[in-house]
């Protein structure tokens, strides 16, 4: 950094002193006050120079129209400097520019104005020469001021000599023209270093924002980055938007690129009203300050306003930003990852070689900063360099999540990153750090990629297959370092010792999900033989300090209690004492428990370890083991019981059956106890197979089995194989029990059927197995008992239980029409209701909730009731019985049931007077709570009923096929008017049904048509709005009859 005061130039190294003017870290004192100061910028390709070599730094315009050439190297020092390892550049030469030669036109001398020179810029250099520029403004003559400025290009040469202070200095103007208005400003091309082509150029903004581009040599251009939108005194441009530090070579040898001959421009300045332009595009209405960091690939800019933020625009979004593609400017041009800083706060600069920039706060003081703007990008390059070591130190110090590391490129961390990572980092807890942060989230949706270091990056692919990143990265870092340690040589060269990686190793171990803490503990006790473990003498290697410290580690990363049930179940006693060592366990509980299980035999102490580590199956295998241990028969007996026991009690039958097979006493025992358990659970067919299947069947339980699953038949099949006679109440009983079932109308049809047969069967009872059949409308099937048995007065009886029935339905399906009709009218209104909420729900933004969109509707005059379509069932016994579907209708009303009545038992309803005090001082909370179960009309609650009716009005499959087996039954019985009567009220309100529907579809279909053409006449956009119940409402018709009954009745109608 660069400060003037007055004659003294004040000098301070950024990168190692932050130091804030007035104070300096080293100063150079000039003849006469300084005006402005230029330096020499990088170029792209320059020779390097030699050491002690003279270095012509800077050049500063002073007051009295002299130029002062500041130089650094060589064997002159200037020694005022205050900071260890900082020289400040020293005075080499002035140059008096009143009399200089001139190489345009004629070669005279010729006499030039110092004091009107300024904006020095220097575009060309060589060893021992300068190509400088700058803008000269004419003097007035004759009291008219010039309304044009002119451009001078001088060759600036010195001797190479550095034995002496001064130098020997030649100036000669090669160039002077004349430009068409006043010059603003001249400054250098930023991507001089880079771009070859920003060699001997420089960029000119004239006071209208015109830019304009100069060349060696006197040609001037119009700029193609086009006019800025007005003057900005502070201007930065970019020869060549494509050409940068990180494109210009290639990140990994260095190697040159081509660059494209159409090079892109692209300017930014920011305007005495603090407007940030580029080009032709607004960045910011308030900024401060600005910097164009090359390195980084950002243009940083620092906001004013109440909440001042330092933000990071891509170069590579400036370039490739198009105002009539983009929908939305400000999404792209706000940059990455923004900073809030203190309000009044000034960019100063942004170091290239790092992620830090300095920022000059109101107060005067000078900070350093590393946003995660600059922090990000930068860690992200290093990555994709193979930098490993300065990424993670950087990452570390700045918080940045590590699975960065993996996350940015997943298939290059598993085939490379993850070996340089383990070579490049010397710290065992730094790859302990990194191995412990690792979890399942891809880091890169926090931590966005910049487009230039995304386009390096293949696209996205399963690197991971069906396992977790974690557990894949784990095992990836797992195997380098015990190859590693294997091979005892990295692959960069360093010396890797035995151990080296255990406690990165038991980290992976511990991160793994779920974690593998037997295998660590392995790894643990396979380490207590090596050299480090064995320095204990006269201690057991498992209790030697470094055995214990890999423990408390591995205790760090889990738990002790997890790490010693893990050695238990290792049957490891000697681990698990090591373990408990250092834990919080009290040794009067683990130290005489580990004792005991060191008495007992190898398969009882398992089978202990495993009951309290609840590993039942392991546990049950060693209790059977244990069985060599008994002599007896008693003994053997016992441990039978205890076995089936264990069994029983965790549900281990399975295993037990697996184990058992060679015995077949015990193996019958435990499918009997299988079936008990299974009749417990309410699996009764399950469990008859089961019974069934041991050997001997256990016949006992296959009864019961049966009973509970309603199979007679296997129920009658095991009380003939166990020789049991049942008697005729038993069997009635059995038989009223089975038709007793509750289901639907086909359901309670085949029950019947059951209950009929088991009667004709078993108890030789024709008259009630007839009743049965007529219970489940089998007209067909007790006819043919009823002949079979010679009974013709149970035919009658069939006969005259299907008219009435067929009476029964003819009642139901009148009073079905009747209530579709009523219920469809009501829901064409609710529908309407709300489609409408919805529609004004979904313009609110607003999720619809059961009744919170609900409506009245004023001009309905139709009662709100509706007709449920679930009908009271009969006694079983009944002969005319309809069954669930064709029975009488059940009226649903809108509005609450009046419950008012002149008499009464109870006491709050009577009348009440001053010497009736029931109920005066009772709250009337029973009230409010009434009115709030009150359903609304119009809301979703009445929808659903109404739904529900129509859903339910129309006669099921089932219903369909009855009335049909009615109808063949009652024409081959005589008897054809009832027939006929059924038939047209089925044919009635299957006609209601289809017109009804037809009907209402059509007036919404005309309605919607209405409301569309209004909508578009008045320049909206229409969309249908439909309720999800809509297509199911307007699926509903009734099921036609079986072909064979339509053409026995188009014959005789």
């Not at 190692?16 to 005006?35: I, N, R, S």
């Not at 379509?869 to 059940?890: D, I, L, P, W």
């Not at 129509?950 to 009615?966: F, K, R």
Request: hydrophobic share 35%; with cysteine.
């Amino acid at each position: 950094a660069i400060s003037v005061d007055g004659k003294k130039l004040n000098f301070t190294p950024l990168d190692k002193a932050m130091v804030p003017p007035p104070m300096y870290a080293g100063y150079v004192e000039l003849p006469a006050p300084v005006v402005g100061i230029t330096s020499r910028p990088s170029f792209y390709h320059d020779s390097p120079s030699q050491d002690g070599a003279r270095k012509i730094e800077f050049i500063a315009t002073m007051s009295n129209g002299k130029l002062a050439m500041l130089q650094s190297g060589g064997k002159v020092k200037n020694g005022n400097t205050m900071i260890h390892g900082f020289e400040p550049p020293c005075l080499a030469a002035t140059i008096d520019l009143q009399t200089i030669n001139c190489a345009v036109g004629e070669s005279e001398t010729k006499s030039l104005q110092a004091t009107c020179l300024r904006d020095l810029t220097i575009i060309d250099t060589d060893d021992n020469s300068y190509t400088v520029v700058a803008l000269y403004s004419p003097q007035a003559t004759q009291n008219q001021h010039h309304n044009f400025d002119s451009l001078v290009e001088m060759k600036i040469s010195w001797g190479d000599s550095s034995e002496t202070e001064q130098v020997d200095v030649d100036v000669t103007i090669t160039e002077l023209l004349q430009l068409e208005s006043r010059a603003l400003r001249i400054v250098n091309w930023a991507d001089t270093e880079y771009a070859p082509g920003a060699r001997g150029s420089a960029l000119i903004e004239l006071n209208d924002g015109m830019l304009l581009e100069y060349n060696q040599g006197g040609t001037i251009e119009t700029c193609e980055a086009g006019a800025l939108l007005e003057a900005c005194p502070s201007i930065a441009g970019i020869f060549d938007a494509h050409s940068n530090e990180i494109s210009a070579t290639d990140p990994i040898d260095g190697s040159e690129v081509c660059h494209d001959a159409h090079s892109q421009r692209l300017v930014v300045g920011l305007s005495s009203r603090y407007r940030l332009y580029c080009g032709e595009r607004l960045l910011s209405s308030a900024s401060s300050s600005f910097e164009v960091s090359l390195s980084h690939r950002f243009i940083t800019h620092v906001t004013i306003g109440s909440r001042p933020h330092l933000h990071f625009l891509p170069i590579e979004s400036l370039r490739d930003f198009d105002p009539f593609t983009e929908s939305d400017n400000h999404a792209v041009l706000d940059g990455y990852e923004p900073r809030l800083v203190e309000r009044g706060a000034r960019l100063v600069s942004i170091f290239p070689s790092r992620p830090s920039l300095v920022l000059q706060m109101p107060r005067g003081n000078l900070e350093g900063i590393s946003p995660r703007g600059l922090v990000l990008p930068y860690v992200m390059s290093k990555i994709q360099n193979g930098e490993i070591h300065e990424a993670f130190d950087i990452m570390r110090r700045q918080r940045v999540d590590l699975n960065m590391i993996v996350d940015l490129n997943p298939s290059n961390f598993l085939s490379c990153v993850a070996d340089q990572l383990i070579c490049q980092i010397q710290k065992i807890d730094s790859i302990n750090l990194f191995v412990s942060s690792l979890i399942d989230v891809d880091s890169t949706f926090k931590y966005p990629v910049p487009s230039w270091i995304r386009q390096g990056i293949p696209g996205a692919t399963n690197v991971y297959g069906d396992d977790s990143k974690v557990n894949v990265v784990c095992r990836k870092m797992r195997e380098l370092m015990l190859s590693v340690e294997k091979e005892g040589i990295t692959s960069s060269g360093k010396t890797v010792e035995q151990g080296h990686f255990l406690l990165p190793i038991l980290s992976t171990f511990a991160k793994e999900s779920p974690p593998k803490v037997e295998k660590a503990l392995l790894l643990i006790k396979d380490s207590a033989s090596s050299a480090k473990a064995k320095q204990s003498k006269g201690k057991s290697a498992l209790i030697s300090e470094y055995v214990q410290s890999s423990i408390q580690y591995l205790a760090f990363l889990s738990d002790y209690e997890l790490i010693f049930n893990t050695a238990l179940g290792m049957y490891d006693f000697d681990l698990a004492k090591a373990v408990a060592r250092h834990s919080q366990m009290d040794p009067k509980v683990y130290l005489p428990m580990l004792k005991r299980l060191r008495e007992l035999p190898i398969s009882l102490a398992r089978y202990d370890v495993d009951v309290k580590l609840k590993r039942f199956e392991s546990a049950l295998r060693h209790l059977v083991d244990s069985s060599s241990y008994n002599e007896t028969d008693e003994e053997m007996a016992n441990h039978k019981n205890k076995c089936m026991s264990f069994i029983e009690e965790h549900s281990l039958h399975k295993l037990g059956l697996e184990l058992f097979q060679e015995d077949a006493d015990f193996y019958r025992s435990i499918m009997v106890s299988l079936g008990e358990r299974m009749l417990k659970e309410r699996k009764s067919e399950e469990a008859l197979t089961v019974f069934l299947l041991a050997d001997p069947k256990c016949l006992d339980g296959g009864k019961r089995a049966a009973r509970d699953c309603g199979d007679w038949k296997a129920y009658f099949a095991c009380c003939a194989e166990d020789n049991e006679t049942l008697s005729t109440d038993q069997v009635t009983n059995l038989a009223e029990t089975i038709s007793s079932q509750f289901g639907n109308m086909k359901d309670k049809s085949d029950a019947f059927a059951s209950a009929a047969r088991i009667l004709q069967d078993y108890c030789q009872d024709v008259g009630y197995a007839v009743d049965m059949l007529l219970s489940g409308h089998l007209w067909s099937e007790g006819r043919r008992v009823a002949h079979l048995h010679n009974r013709p007065d149970l035919v009658k009886k069939c006969v005259d239980a299907s008219v009435t029935y067929a009476q029964t339905c003819i009642d139901d399906l009148v009073d079905r029409a009747s209530t579709f009709e009523t219920t469809i009218a009501r829901y064409a209104e609710v529908i309407e209701l709300r489609r409408n909420a919805i529609k004004e729900a979904e313009e609110a933004g607003a999720e619809i909730h059961d009744d919170s969109a609900s409506m009245f509707s004023m001009a309905s005059t139709i009662s709100n009731t509706s007709l449920s379509s679930s009908a009271s069932g009969r006694s079983m016994g009944s002969v005319g019985s309809v069954g669930t579907v064709a029975s009488v209708s059940t009226v649903i009303s809108v509005g609450a049931t009046s419950t008012f009545s002149f008499t009464g038992d109870v006491d709050n309803m009577k009348h009440k007077s001053k010497f009736n005090k029931i109920g005066r001082d009772k709250k009337k909370k029973q009230k409010k709570s009434r009115n709030s179960r009150r359903r609304k009309p119009g809301g979703e609650e009445e929808l659903t009923e109404l739904v529900a009716t129509l859903t339910h009005g129309c006669p099921d499959e089932y219903y369909v096929a009855v009335i049909s087996s009615t109808l063949i039954f009652l024409m081959q019985s005589g008897k054809r008017s009832m027939a006929e009567q059924l038939l047209d009220s089925y044919t009635s309100i299957e006609t209601v049904v289809l017109k009804s529907q037809t009907e209402r579809l059509g007036k919404d279909r005309k309605k919607q048509e209405e409301i569309e053409r209004s909508t578009r006449m008045e320049g909206g956009i229409y969309q249908l709005v439909q309720h999800p119940c809509e297509k199911d409402i307007d699926a509903i018709r009734c099921k036609p009859l079986p072909e064979t009954v339509t053409k026995v009745f188009s014959f005789l109608l």
